[in-house]
């Protein structure tokens, strides 16, 4: 491995493209995010277009947790050229360096990047992200539910001695104590549909849920206006968490409890097992993408394929990001296990990343 000041000056040369991408990228989501939040916004004072900008300054990180992979697969494509053009990689070949030698700085950055990225920036960002989220519900009202911890899994089913109810919430925020543009239908004991309820927000009381500027729909298809509609339920904030939150709402080290309390109310744990997993696989698969740069790039530059080489660096962060999201598909689903499905990804890029480099450069 390079130590002293030739690895310090790769590994900065690696930090300095990875950093420029991943910071460019971030300007990028937020312009995007900014154009589509200024569609919610109720007026036009110079403090509503303030607080938008403040809401989606705080979502950004966490939408960049998901570009971190290839943010640090150009980069590091990038720095390799770099390296290359300038003919510093020529002179560390010259020097007796293998390409192990002076990929190690970029490994060990990667590993240090996705160390820092599971325990420091996962938990800052989920928490600038519940920041945001209450920002936007003072802001735009309704529509917080844009904003809110919302997942694909919508539906509900509550029993309770008045009867049954079913549930669909557009997103769920606080914690789980609230759920944004709920839609209830509730039922007596004999199965038979009394009413139907809908409002803006729901939230969750001792014992009952508390829809606020409710419309209620009896049998007859009249409907009325309430204040505050009361309809019981046995349902804690874990469960409707449980149930409704994405696992990218839960930080890194509040997943454990998460986990155990899911599977202690009765519910399926597979997502967050599968995310506490994925956020401890990320160095891994931080590393390969720094390996993945190096088959893709070093004999590229040698031989001037400059477009080959980042049409084959996009082509490998595409498979890889396709294989991930189907193993993801699978454990969350309980199809496979969640370490699995988590770090299966991560450990073949690396195997087939070292493969492939050391076939091509050590013969």
């Not at 209450?134 to 917080?144: I, N, P, S």
């Not at 803006?200 to 409710?214: D, N, S, Y």
């Not at 990001?321 to 370490?339: C, K, M, N």
């Amino acid at each position: 491995m390079i130590l002293g000041t030739l690895g310090r000056y790769f590994g900065a040369v690696f930090l300095r493209w990875i950093g420029g991408l991943f910071l460019g990228a971030a300007l990028l989501v937020f312009l995007i995010d900014v154009l589509e939040l200024m569609r919610t916004r109720l007026d036009d004072a110079p403090e509503a277009f303030l607080g938008l900008l403040a809401v989606s300054a705080l979502r950004v990180p966490l939408i960049m947790e998901q570009v971190l992979p290839f943010a640090v697969l150009i980069g590091s494509i990038a720095a390799f050229v770099s390296l290359s053009r300038r003919s510093e990689l020529a002179v560390a070949r010259a020097s007796g360096l293998s390409v192990w030698q002076f990929a190690a700085p970029g490994v060990a950055l990667a590993l240090a990047l996705g160390v820092l990225a599971t325990t420091v920036y996962n938990p800052a960002a989920v928490a600038m992200k519940v920041a945001s989220d209450r920002l936007a519900g003072e802001l735009v009202g309704r529509a917080a539910s844009i904003l809110s911890e919302q997942s694909s899994e919508s539906w509900l089913r509550q029993r309770t001695a008045e009867g049954d109810a079913i549930l669909w919430v557009g997103g769920v925020a606080d914690g789980g104590t609230t759920v944004i543009d709920p839609v209830a239908w509730q039922f007596d004991k004999d199965g038979r549909l009394e009413r139907r309820i809908e409002a803006p927000v729901g939230r969750l009381g001792e014992g009952t849920w508390i829809f606020e500027r409710a419309t209620v729909v009896d049998t007859d298809g009249t409907p009325r206006r309430e204040a505050e509609f009361r309809l019981p339920t046995a349902l804690t904030p874990d469960q409707v968490r449980g149930r409704f939150a994405s696992p990218d709402s839960v930080s890194f080290w509040a997943l454990p409890g998460t986990i155990g309390r899911a599977a202690a109310s009765g519910l399926p744990p597979y997502r967050f097992r599968l995310q506490f997993h994925a956020l401890l696989s990320r160095p891994l698969l931080l590393a390969a993408m720094v390996l993945i740069a190096a088959t893709v790039s070093l004999g590229s530059a040698r031989s001037g394929g400059t477009g080959r080489m980042i049409l084959g660096g996009v082509v490998a962060g595409f498979m890889l990001y396709v294989i991930t999201e189907i193993a993801r598909d699978l454990g969350s689903e309980g199809l496979v296990p969640a370490a699995l499905a988590a770090w299966a990804p991560a450990v073949v890029a690396t195997w087939l990343g070292s493969t492939v480099l050391l076939f091509r450069e050590d013969g």
